[in-house]
């Protein structure tokens, strides 16, 4: 179907989003493999808070509503590897998950589950307190091994500038990306700075035009138009 990979898929959710917001784009996938082969995580906003709140615990909520997707697919597809398509802070949840190493008392055994990885606008490099937890884990155990068994394509869009002394676009880009790094005067898809994103040993690919939230009636990585840009790489 339109020469795009027909590996059974699981899309994550970024921080703060919940199954729902990614029907539609699993619509949109449906157009390049049949629906059934596709699933979102049953991921809620209590995953990613917790209540109490507890938001140091998240990524142990999540991975394992991520594992009860990816074994539900491997029962529906026996031996066929499932591609994993995460957003925002999912993308280093879904890293965590694949090291196979104990975060906060959880592993998961993934090998032969998954072989790849697309991140959609995926901070690596953040110094949010949250998202640093995560980032310190996966820096701290990742290996060059780990891209021999588990292909990682990490796509960002670079379109929105942030600038302090520009329009209000402008400023707001720059206040979110100082949030996660340094330097905010640089592009990014309006959330996230494209350079937090890229990851060394991952193929790391920089789109024209998305933003990063999954809203209705924004063009983001997950609608038709911002599919279609990052499709091949399935």
């Not at 059934?36 to 142990?60: C, H, K, Y």
């Not at 072989?115 to 995926?122: F, N």
């Not at 996660?180 to 060394?200: H, M, N, T, Y």
């Amino acid at each position: 179907m339109n020469g795009v990979s027909q590996n059974p898929v699981v899309i994550i959710p970024g921080v703060f989003f919940w199954d729902s917001f990614y029907d539609p784009m699993k619509e949109v996938l449906a157009g390049y493999l049949s629906r059934e082969r596709i699933a979102v995580a049953p991921v809620t906003l209590f995953d990613w808070t917790g209540f109490p709140p507890s938001p140091e615990q998240s990524t142990n909520r999540v991975m394992k509503a991520v594992d009860g997707a990816v074994r539900e697919m491997e029962r529906k597809f026996p031996n066929e590897p499932v591609t994993l398509v995460a957003h925002s802070g999912g993308g280093t949840v879904a890293m965590i998950y694949l090291l196979e190493e104990p975060f906060q008392g959880d592993v998961y055994r993934t090998r032969g589950r998954v072989s790849k990885l697309v991140t959609l606008g995926t901070p690596f490099h953040t110094h949010e307190r949250y998202a640093k937890i995560k980032t310190d884990f996966i820096f701290s155990h990742l290996q060059k091994d780990f891209f021999e068994r588990c292909r990682v394509v990490s796509v960002v869009c670079d379109k929105y500038h942030g600038n302090d002394q520009g329009g209000f676009v402008e400023k707001m880009c720059f206040k979110c990306y100082r949030s996660v790094q340094e330097d905010g005067r640089v592009g990014g898809d309006g959330i996230v700075p494209a350079e937090s994103c890229f990851l060394e040993g991952a193929e790391n690919v920089t789109i024209a035009d998305a933003g990063h939230l999954p809203t209705p009636h924004t063009r983001w990585y997950g609608t038709k138009e911002g599919i279609k840009q990052w499709i091949q790489w399935l």
